[in-house]
């Protein structure tokens, strides 16, 4: 299987603040990276398909890049909305497999 | 737009079989995966497998000796059966679209696969 792992595991930020996290394979797997947002009790929310292609009806201060191995979310200026969970997932091969989540906490 | 409905008994005995159902509405189940993922409490995500509506399936290799998903494209529904349940099947269990995106290169066709439309969840406590 392989391993996702998102970093940090949480983090303290502003509004306005730009928001960056980290997810890493534990083995290539070009631009098979999507990345949704979890807000509690709901169901996840898919942000950012094939690694940087933007979910449609999705704000455009949500941006991802990487490829390979490392890839990255960036909230470019976060709003109260955003406040929440995100996570990692690669569809580069079965069994489909999610980072561990970097929750997104108010400062 | 197409939307997604789990349901299904919120208590299950141990040793029993968990089943769940999906119901599409506002689209039809044809031509797409439907997907089963699932979340403990206050753990992460969990790929449980995935159905085509024509009846192919793929499951995680950490489930398949008890899972089985079926698909019955007249109701526009999918479902999940999980066996042999003990504690650590206690989860929200959510269904899924899987959608994807494509090009062609170099003589080679590119499939990105997402999960893009999810159920609401419903939760599932094992105990006796």
């Known amino acids: 299987d392989i391993q996702m792992t998102q970093s940090p595991s949480s983090l303290s930020a502003s509004v306005g603040d730009r928001v960056t996290i980290t997810c890493r394979a534990s083995q290539s797997i070009s631009s098979y990276l999507n990345w949704y947002q979890q807000k509690p009790g709901k169901a996840p929310n898919l942000l950012i398909y094939a690694a940087s292609s933007l979910q449609s009806g999705v704000p455009s201060r949500f941006s991802g890049s990487g490829s390979g191995t490392d890839f990255t979310l960036t909230i470019s200026s976060l709003q109260v909305e955003d406040f929440a969970t995100y996570y990692c997932?690669?569809?580069?091969?079965?069994?489909?497999?999610f980072g561990q989540g970097t929750k997104v906490e108010i400062k | 737009q197409v939307q997604l409905q789990e349901s299904g008994p919120g208590l299950v005995k141990p040793s029993e079989t968990l089943s769940l159902t999906c119901t599409v509405s506002?689209?039809?189940?044809?031509?797409?995966?439907w997907t089963w993922i699932r979340q403990p409490p206050g753990k992460g995500l969990e790929w449980i497998g995935y159905i085509y509506y024509s009846g192919s399936t793929n499951y995680n290799p950490s489930l398949k000796s008890r899972v089985t998903i079926s698909v019955d494209t007249s109701k526009n529904q999918f479902s999940l059966k999980l066996s042999s349940v003990t504690a650590a099947d206690t989860a929200v269990y959510y269904c899924?679209?899987?959608?994807?995106?494509?090009?062609?290169?170099?003589?080679?066709?590119?499939?990105?696969?997402?999960?893009?439309?999810w159920g609401t969840g419903t939760t599932v406590t094992v105990s006796s």
């Open positions: 997932q690669q569809s580069y091969s079965t069994p489909v497999t």
């Open positions: 899924a679209r899987r959608s994807w995106y494509s090009y062609d290169s170099r003589g080679y066709s590119y499939y990105y696969y997402y999960m893009d439309v």
């Open positions: 506002g689209g039809s189940i044809s031509s797409y995966y």
